[in-house]
Structure formats: structure tokens, C-alpha cells
């Protein structure tokens, strides 16, 4: 293995300009204020307390940012193995200077001032913005979102669906969609065309594609329009709320399911499917530290939606890494699977670089989205990118340029049409 | 990792004449006629329509070899990542005496004419058989063939069950069935008879193997001779074809599968599981572009079958990676489970290297069938295999020579057992 | 890669005085008496026998040791590839100080006399402990194990719950309990006291932990102390033993699982769970090589048990490899799940490698147990431990130190954790 080659090959992944397919950046506050922001974040904050750290310790209300940061350093030592603690590290590095290679109880208290006096600066997201070097950040936003006061050729809006699939339900949703469509929502007209004025206006302000995140349970289903069975279920949730049944609630989540994927194909907007996930599997856990899965799930779940709408692109992301290859294969048959970055559960060296190594052999190159930040601050696009691309120029060195002989100009434009062409091409952005 | 080893373990392994133990070659036209009938493999058109390529390009009645391949060319770009395509890149190289590196829109004729001018050669056969050093070739003869007007020395029939098991509804396949056996199919002991007049045919021409592939949700079943059950779902079937009930379908699956492991156990014909692939989950794919499969699959669902026949070799291949450390360790506990190769969406290097590991450091050598080609046309023998060679090398040079000490010498004996020695032995060859 | 930093890590590693924190250690007969002890484990015989040899030369009544040893060695040239015969040899190389590499038909009754002398010192035990660096190893005792005679700060009690679970139905069973407890077990109240009374001795006599194997299909469910449904299943059980319902049984197994779990956290027992293992899948195999799996098995399952017990600590092993990234991301967000060693199928380097790197890029460093060896007799902890360690220190190496610029120091620190303090912290011995 050769390691100079391996870094040739990053060094030439690290200068492409990104598009970041999918995150959850605000873009009204796309970076952070303090350390608290960046170690607020979940992964920080659930595996501090996995590790013992009382939940009441992170989430006392009115505690400061400074304080809440020291007393996650007691905990966070028990951390440091992990990569995405090596994220921290090294955006602390990259981003705010950093000059050691440990942060731990003894020096937090730099790393802190330095990010705030960082932070304070006026332009610190163009900053970081140019550091990461991504030049297009791909929202998830609510279906209510006005999408309203950001540069959204930056700010890539992108409809967030989970809310109108799985709490329809919940009367604070439908009156939302009220809201946001001005139809009151008794028939499955009203909430058919309650979703068109949300395509409209997500399309109008330049979104560029559909999201969702499934439970492992769930199996798309077609439905006509005008369904009994899905009326007689909208009926039940109108009248019942929260209380109506699950039969019903199942019901609605796989009509209006159908009806949003016939809309993405009409307003051509591509239908994200990020599969896999319990919500709440640990309800007393952290915030956004409680869901996890039950990895015994299939793409042939999905093969009746697949076959149903040949001309919707359907990137897809999956939780569990034993669910790799089957979405290896279903994009290697179907002209309308790709694959779509790493997420979440396996987003962490092991798992990408098996499952990446059976995309990169396997399935057309036209095909594969490489990577998404996931981020809720702009910080974090910069080393989880940064680990991505480390483990394409490896599979590039070692797989393509000393196992198939390929030269590195080639192997470059492989990983730069994975990294990038693609989320254009895919997108159209 | 020294790469010399790897060289030179490789050498000594790609030197072994070999048994190839499972293809669907044609022994009355067991190699290609031109270009267009390599890049007919299904895995080119699959790959190419999942690119973007419209089927109607691929699949309209009466072009032309070559205009057919050029259409393919226009995509074919898209699919240089795969290792399915090195392994035309490398027959081309290997056997037509391609010189480049690289084959695309801009020098594909002068592949076609080289392969042309080579296809004619009267003896492009043994050519391509004596450059592949392959010896013997199993077929996967249809359980009506005559089995007639071939060398059964070198193209060993195997029967080809799925038709008996999954299709006997069909009036086609009664129909078969009748003119292949003599035998009118209305009662289990029609049925059982006619099977047996087939095994004794196979047996008498030669066939070392019967082999079916099964659906994930297959569970074999015992069922007696004169089953009531089972002569109620036979009943069914006469009378009512395609329209008879799933459940009777089903049944008379179970009963005939389990027919034929007894006659294969009497017959002594090792009996080849494929198991887990679902036909059709995208109906209008390509041909033979068409099947997929649900992942959630256990051998557990065969251990009836194992305990019942002890004296019958199974050799197995398991479609998916996730399923293979249960075949490694059922082949490590029953005598009678052998592992069998790398099948179809599990033939790609990052699944075969992982699954190989597992396979050799837990499993009796005497028990691992390597490899089989699984080819169409005799070309791809040669690539296949040199993939297989390559991974075999590497993991005996890592695992075995570096980990464990052994000598060179001590590795290649159980490369050549895992490659050809287990193939003579399981199948008597 | 670096071999000698691999092996600079491998050496401190190994220098390590050890706590085995899971093993089957009779601790009045802890080492073998003669090579037929060793070659006895299941490990040799089962693969012996799946490699051709007929259970009735193995388990022949009255046959010498001697005897048994040469016949196993008619078949055991099958198996010398596999990572368990590399645990003989290496065991007969350090603790019997066998000179040659490899051991076969040829030169067995050296090492069987070589053993022998060794065997016959009576400070045998010592001795292999010595060399193993072993300080203490945890022993799995039945409920009605009296617990005396030997060292319980060396042989560490642990209270094994699986006949209580899932074998109440047996009278002899219910006997047992009626022995140890003095309880007459008629209502649920008799027989939570029966198992408090066990708790009571296996913590008098310093006992660590308790531990259970269950199959795929359990899930844990909460019960009360007085459920009428237990009640019900409980007289059926007492009535009818063997022949109760299996509807009852299963209503037992959960509620004394349940019973258990809450005395486990009152008395501060933590909870070995050993998940995904069938009984008898190939009942006419050798004695102990009758088990096997299905893969299909979620922790989700456990997700009411993890959050009904926040204080009791489920150290956790897994039998498949693809349910090792269901354990990562569990033991990442639950506080009170642990990963727990790499158990019997994924015990093999293959799976251990990318199950170890799974866990440490992602769990906290405070919360994995390393390894334990499950052996039978001391000299099988050397090998295995051994193993697990070159594994252990390749992943420091290679992801720590050359992945994230880590010194010797940091790195030997965590495997130190991993291997050792862990398991000192976790079970307070």
C-alpha cells in the first residue's frame, strides 16, 4: 500500500469545491455561537452520557454555555477513542487554530476562547464556508418552512416529509399544513392538493429535492387518489387526533407516502429515502439521542414504489451496514436507486469503508452520491468531509491504481464524479 | 503486506488446470460469436439500462452484433468502475489479444474485429479453454434435455431442478415433464416416478450435480411419499395450472424439493442449494436483469433438510455476504454442508475477500469448493476465475504465510485443495 | 503498516495480567489431565466430525485417551487450516515446549507424551496460569452449585440463569431449585424467594456477575410479581412439566428473565447476555457441536429490558457478526449496555477484525470489555487471548496510531482499558 500515493489522491479530493447533498444547517444561524453549539451537538452529548454523564448534568435549563461545556469535559476523556470526537479535534484545528492535538479537562478552556473570539468574527461563515470549501449546503426543512430570508442558491432547500407521513395525526400537523396551504384537510383531495402548494412553493424557492426517514417497518404501498380504505383512516385521525388507530395511522403514512412520491415525480424534485430508524427507541435518552433500529429490514420493501416510478431518481441512505450490499444490488438493477452517502449509524470508518468498496465495484459511477455532511453546523462539513475523502482516495490507491492499474488522472475523475458530479447531475444544481 | 508473496502464490495457483463446477454454458455453442454476445451478458445490459441506457436500445428484435454493441458503447462509459467490466477489459487483453487499457466508444471496433477474426478460428474453443486451463465444466441442463451430442467428459451435465420444484403448475412443464418421463402426471407416484426416470437419464449421461437456486422465504419440508395434502395441492395443479391456489403451489414445492434430495441421495448426486435470490422483483428490467432478493434469509430454515440426509453432500452458495458466516458455520457443524464459490451479487471483490476469510479460517479445508465460473460463454471462465486466484493468493499470503508462519509450499496445497481437489472429491470428477 | 509498531504495541499488550471474564472453568479440575482433555473441546471434535469422522469413533464408551487422541488425528490433518487447530499448536508450542510447527499423524504422541509429563507437575495450574498471565477467570456455575472447595477470589463465581429461564418445566430442574433454595416452588412468590436464596449464596461466596444464553426469537417482556398469566403458566408447568404448553413455558421464561433482571440490579450483579444462540439445530452431532443461529435477530428486541433497568450493567455478546453493529450503536446510546468479548462464531479473526474495529471507533472507551476466553480448561485462555491481542494491537496501530497520530502510549493506554480495566471497573473484582 502506498501511502504517498493515497495522499496525492486526498490532496486532489480535498480541492474539489463541495455540494453538501443533505444536512440540517439553519440558515439563519448556519454556524456556531460557542464551543456549547458544536458540543451540543448529539453525538457529543449521547455519547457523553452512554459513557455516565447524568442526563440532567447536559440539560439543566439556564445553565451557560461555558458551563455546560466544562462539565461535558468531565465525561468527554471517556470519548476520545471515538471518531467523532477525532471531528472535534480536528475541526478545532482546522477552523479556530488549534495548535495541540488533545483537548481535554486541562486546556478546553483555549480551545473555548479561541472559538469564540473566532466565532465573534463577522464573516466567520464565509470563513468557514471557504475553509470547507463548499460552495452549496442542502437544507431539510419543515413543510411549513416560509424558505424565506436565506440566499437559497446557497441554501439549497429541500422538503422534509416525515411530519406529513408519520404525525398527520397529530392535530398541530394538520393545522400546520392548514396553514401552510390555506386547505382545511376533511378529504383526501384537500390533502392531496394541501401537498401541492407545498411543491409549489418549495419549488418555486429552489428546492431541489424530497426527504424522508423511514422506520424499518415501513413498505410503501400504492393507493389511488380516491382510497376508501385511506379516506375512511382520514376520517378516523380527523375525528380522533393522536387516538386514532394504528391500523389508520399506517394507513395514511403509506397514502400520503404515495401521493408525495407522485408529486416529486411531477414536479421532478428527487425522493431522498433515508431507511431504517426507530424514533425513541430510548425515550429518557438526549435530546435527538434516542433513536435506534432494528437492522432487519429489506430494499424488496420498496420494490412495488421502485418499479411504480421509473423516472424518480430515488437517492437512498441506509442505517445499518448489513443493509449495504442489498442497496449496492438494488442499484446496480434499478435505473433509479442510487446510492446516497453514509448515514448516521454508519458513518463511522469501518462501515463506510466496507460498504464504499462494494458501491465503487459494483455499481454504474453515474450512480453514487459519495457523501453528506448530516451537520447541523457548518463546522462539522469540513471533517466529516475530510473523513470521507481520506477513505475514497484510499479504496481509489488501493482498489483502482495498484489493483486494476488505473492511473491517478483516472482514479481522480472516478472520485471526482462521486464526490461531486453526480449531486449536480442528480439535482440539477 | 509483501506484494512478491501475493505474486508468487498467485503464479503457482493460476497454473492448476481446473474444474469448473457450476456454469450455464451451451455445450453445442459453448463459446461467443462475436462481441455482441459478451456484451449481452447480462451483467453489461443490466449495468448499461441502470446507467441510463432505454431497454427498447438493448432489446430491439433485429439489429445487428454490431450495431448492438456500439449502441451499448454509448453507455458503457458509465460502468468502467465495475469489476464486471475489467473482466471484459481483461478477456479482451487475455484472449483476443487486445493490447490498450482501457476499451470506450472511441476503439471499441477495433475490439470487435480482433474478437471477430479470433471467434472464426475453428478451434476458438480449445483456444480459449487451453488459455483458461479449464479442464471440465458443469452445466445447468433443464430436467428435459437430452443431454445429447456434447463430451460429457468435458461438459458435465448437472440437472437443474427449479422448474420441477417452483413450476409444476405450469401446463408447459407437466407437459415436459410427460414427454421426458413417459410418465402421464396425476398422482405423487406419477410424479415421483417421473422424477426418477430423469435422475437415472442424467446419471447415465454422466451428471455429477442437481441444482436448484430458491427464493429467501423456501423452507424445505418433509413430507411422505403419499402425502394426502400433498396429492390434494397435485390435484389442484393438474386441474387448475397458473390458476391453482399459492398454498397448494407452495406444498407441491415442498413435496417435490424434498423428492428429489432423496433421489439425489440415492442416486448419489451431490445436491447444489443456490439459496436466497427472489425472480423478478423488477419486472421490466433487461433479460435475466430482473432479480433481486430479500436479505432477511437463514439457513436455520434448512436444518430439517440437513438432519435429514446425512449421506448427501450440499454444496452451498449463499447470495448475500450477510448470510455467509451462517453457511461458514453450518459447514463447520454438518458434515454434510459444503460452501460453494461466490454467487452472483456476492461475486465482487469486498464481499468474496470478506466471505473467503471467514470460509478458510473455520471450515475443514476438505470442505470448501472454491469457485465456480457460473460463465454463459466460455470467455469469461478466464477473468472470473483470475479474480477469484488473485483473492485466494492475497488471503493465503496474509492470513497464512504472514499470520501463521506457513511456507509457501504449505499454502499453495491448500489453494489447489480449496480450487480443484474438493471439486474432484464432492462431485467424483 | 508498520509490522514492528504492530508488534511493539502486541508486546506491552501482552504483558498484561489478565481477568478472563467469561469461561467454563471447572475450578476442582481447572487444567487437562491429558492431550485427550484438550483435543476434547468441542471445537476439535465438532470439526473432526464435520470434516468426515463418524461421531461414534469419538464418543466411543471406554476408549483410552491415548486411543481417542490417535484416532482424532486420522482426520484432523482436515481442519489444520482453521484458527482453532492454530490455538493447539500454539498452546503445545509456549506451555509444553513442542519445538516443531506443525502437528499431525506423525509426531502426535510426541506432544501427547510431551503434555503428559508436563500435566503430571503439580503445579501445573500454576504454571499455565503464569505463562498466561491469568489473575482471575470467571466460572459459569449452575444455580444449585455449592460453590465451595476452591479459591472464589481466583475462580470468580457467576451465577448462569438459563436452566431457571428456559428449563423450569423440567421437574429435575425444578428439584435442583427445591435443593438449593429450600423453596417448594407451587406460586410465583415461591419462586422469586427460591432465586432471591441463589442470589443470596452466589453473593456470600463473591459472586461477579450473572449470565444467559438465549435464542433468536426471545425478547424480553416486563411481568409483575403476581401476574395471573404467570400463575396460570407456572401450574401448568408444576402439573404437566415437560409436556406443558409451550405458550406456558414461554410466559415463564419471560417472567423469571424478568425476575432475574430485577434481582440482578438489587443485589448489583451485572448481567452477562449472550444473544442468538439455537439448542440442538443438529441434534445428532458431537456432544456441545450441536448449536447453531439464526442471523435474524435484533437488539431491539432487548430495547424495553434496557430501559426498564437504568443502574444494571448488560455486558453483551452477540453470536453473529452481522448483529455486532446492532451492539456498536446500542452500547453508543444506552449507558447501561456493554460490548462484551467476541463469542464462539465470531470468535475467528475475520469477524473479530471488523467487529473490534465497529466498537472502537465508536463506543466509549469505558464501556467495552474486551475479551473473555469461554474455554473449558486454563490452557485454551493463552492462545485465545493471544489472538485477540495481535487484533487488538493491529488496530491500535493501524487506525489509531497511523490513522489518527496516536503515540505508543495513548494507544497501549486504551488497549489497557479494553483488555484489563475495564473489566476490573464494570464487575468490581
Redesign the interface.
Known amino acids: ?1 502506498s501511502q504517498s500515493l493515497n495522499q496525492i489522491l486526498f490532496d486532489q479530493l480535498d480541492s474539489i469545491v463541495l455540494i453538501d447533498s443533505h444536512s440540517h444547517i439553519n440558515p439563519h444561524s448556519p454556524t456556531s455561537t460557542s464551543l456549547a453549539d458544536l458540543l451540543g451537538y448529539h453525538y457529543y452529548t ?2 457523553a ?4 454523564m447524568p442526563k440532567h448534568l447536559i440539560e439543566e435549563p439556564g445553565i451557560s454555555p461555558r458551563e455546560k461545556v466544562g462539565r461535558l469535559f468531565e465525561y468527554l476523556g ?7 470526537w ?1 471531528w472535534f479535534v480536528e475541526l478545532s484545528q482546522k477552523l479556530f487554530g488549534f495548535q495541540g ?1 488533545e483537548i481535554n479537562k486541562s486546556n478546553w478552556e483555549t480551545v473555548y476562547d479561541l472559538a469564540d473570539s473566532k466565532m465573534a468574527q463577522p464573516d466567520w461563515e464565509s470563513q468557514v464556508l471557504a475553509k470547507s470549501k463548499v460552495e452549496k449546503v442542502f437544507l431539510t426543512n419543515d413543510f411549513d418552512d416560509p424558505l424565506e430570508g436565506f440566499d437559497s442558491k446557497r441554501y439549497v432547500p429541500c422538503l422534509r416529509t416525515d411530519d406529513l407521513v408519520f404525525h398527520l395525526a397529530q392535530p398541530k400537523v394538520r393545522e400546520r399544513l392548514h396553514s401552510a396551504s390555506g386547505q382545511t384537510i376533511r378529504t383526501l383531495s384537500d390533502l392531496k392538493q394541501a401537498i401541492d402548494v407545498l411543491f409549489i412553493r418549495f419549488k418555486e424557492r429552489g428546492a431541489r429535492a424530497c426527504a424522508i426517514s423511514l422506520p424499518p417497518w415501513f413498505a410503501p404501498k400504492a393507493y389511488p387518489d380516491q382510497s376508501h380504505v385511506a379516506q375512511v383512516a382520514l376520517d378516523d385521525l380527523v375525528q380522533f387526533g393522536n387516538d386514532a388507530s394504528e391500523t389508520h395511522k399506517r394507513t395514511m403514512a403509506e397514502w400520503v407516502f404515495w401521493k408525495i412520491a407522485e408529486l416529486a415525480e411531477a414536479y421532478k424534485l428527487p425522493f431522498d429515502l433515508m431507511i431504517g430508524v ?1 424514533r425513541r ?5 438526549v435530546f435527538q ?2 433513536d ?5 429490514v ?3 420493501q420498496y ?1 412495488e414504489l ?2 411504480a416510478f ?1 423516472n424518480l431518481p430515488f437517492p437512498i441512505s441506509v442505517l ?4 449495504n ?2 442497496l ?8 433509479n436507486v442510487l446510492t446516497h452517502g453514509h448515514w448516521w ?2 458513518n ?4 463506510i469503508r ?1 460498504d464504499l ?2 458501491r ?8 453514487q452520491l459519495g457523501y453528506y455532511s448530516d451537520a447541523y453546523k457548518l463546522e462539522f462539513i469540513h471533517p466529516k468531509f475530510r473523513m470521507y475523502k481520506q477513505l475514497l482516495a484510499d479504496v481509489l490507491a488501493e ?2 491504481c495498484l ?3 488505473w492511473s491517478e488522472e483516472k482514479a481522480i475523475a ?1 472520485g471526482r464524479q462521486i464526490l461531486r458530479g453526480n449531486v449536480e447531475n442528480v439535482f440539477e444544481c
Not at 471517556?78 to 467523532?84: G, P
Request: charge should be negative; aromatic fraction near 12%.
Open positions: 500500500m449521547e455519547l452520557h452512554s459513557s455516565g471517556n470519548i476520545d477513542n471515538t471518531v467523532q477525532s492535538d426507530n427507541v430510548y425515550p429518557t435518552g439521542g434516542q435506534l433500529y432494528d437492522s432487519r429489506s430494499l424488496i420494490a421502485f418499479n421509473p445499518a451496514s448489513v443493509t450490499q442489498e449496492v444490488d438494488y442499484a446496480w438493477i434499478f435505473p449509524y454508519s463511522t470508518p469501518n462501515y466496507h468498496r462494494g465503487m465495484e459494483a455499481i454504474p459511477r453515474n450512480k482498489d483502482f489493483g486494476h492499474g472516478l
